[in-house]
T-cell receptor, first 118, second 114 residues
Framework: NAGVTQTPKFRVLKTGQSMTLLCAQD?????MYWYRQDPGMGLRLIHY???????AKGEVPDGYNVSRLKKQNFLLGLESAAPSQTSVYFC?????????????????FGDGTRLSIL | KNQVEQSPQSLIILEGKNCTLQ??????????LRWYKQDTGRGPVSLTI?????NTKSNGRYTATLDADTKQSSLHITASQLSDSASYIC?????????????FGSGTRLLVRP
């Protein structure tokens, strides 16, 4: 049982280049999330998805796009990379919310993609 | 503004000793409070989740407490082991937040020395 798998693990880009980060989960979770983690700061939500074919903006969506064509996959795209996007990117997934309120289910995280933009 | 503040930023203890990490939050109302452990180079792993009505929850040598009146939580680690060296992150889930946004603290980095 792999859980949440992120590829690639490391990447170095030049400013202006594009790339796609892939997240795959094998737990049949409805919800998936993309976060970035920067030194001295808490994780910040970039985009999220509550089901196949649906996506929504999080706290810091600018410069990123996402797609959820299949339930098990959630892709994060950088169209024109900037040095400010140098970060560690984490994907997470979880079961859907319990009826009537916020979910008490844990989010399961991948091991991250370390991205440097030169 | 919803915030989660953790203290200390870093902590060094000797193997076998106990320690307590603190989390103060301003998120109100909230649904649950979570503690995650993040090993270096890995993703966070859930340790405990407490709803607003719970006071304490344990997971092995980890015990989390919650005081909703003072908006404080603590994570107590008993008989520390070298493998406890990691960052510990406090996370609060706002009540009925339609944006699914969790509020993450910046973490406490714990180093356990032999």
């Amino acid at each position: 049982n792999a859980g949440v798998t992120q590829t690639p693990k490391f990447r170095v880009l030049k400013t202006g280049q594009s790339m796609t980060l892939l997240c795959a989960q094998d737990m049949n979770h409805e919800y998936m999330y993309w976060y970035r983690q920067d030194p001295g700061m808490g994780l910040r939500l970039i985009h999220y998805s509550v089901g196949e074919g649906t996506t929504a903006k999080g706290e810091v969506p600018d410069g990123y796009n996402v797609s959820r064509l299949k339930k098990q996959n959630f892709l994060l795209g950088l169209e024109s990379a900037a040095p400010s996007q140098t970060s560690v990117y984490f994907c997470a997934s979880s079961y859907s919310r319990t009826a009537g309120g916020a979910s008490n289910q844990p989010q399961h995280f991948g091991d991250g993609t370390r991205l440097s933009i030169l | 503004k919803n915030q989660v503040e953790q203290s200390p930023q870093s902590l060094i203890i000797l193997e076998g000793k106990n320690c307590t990490l603190q989390c103060n939050y301003t998120v109100s109302p909230f649904s649950n409070l979570r503690w995650y452990k993040q090993d270096t180079g890995r993703g966070p792993v859930s340790l405990t989740i407490m709803t607003f009505s719970e006071n304490t929850k344990s997971n092995g040598r980890y015990t989390a407490t919650l005081d909703a009146d003072t908006k404080q939580s603590s994570l107590h680690i008993t008989a520390s082991q070298l493998s406890d060296s990691a960052s510990y992150i406090c996370v609060v889930s706002p009540w009925m937040d339609s944006s699914y946004k969790l509020i993450f603290g910046s973490g406490t980095r714990l180093l356990v020395r032999p």
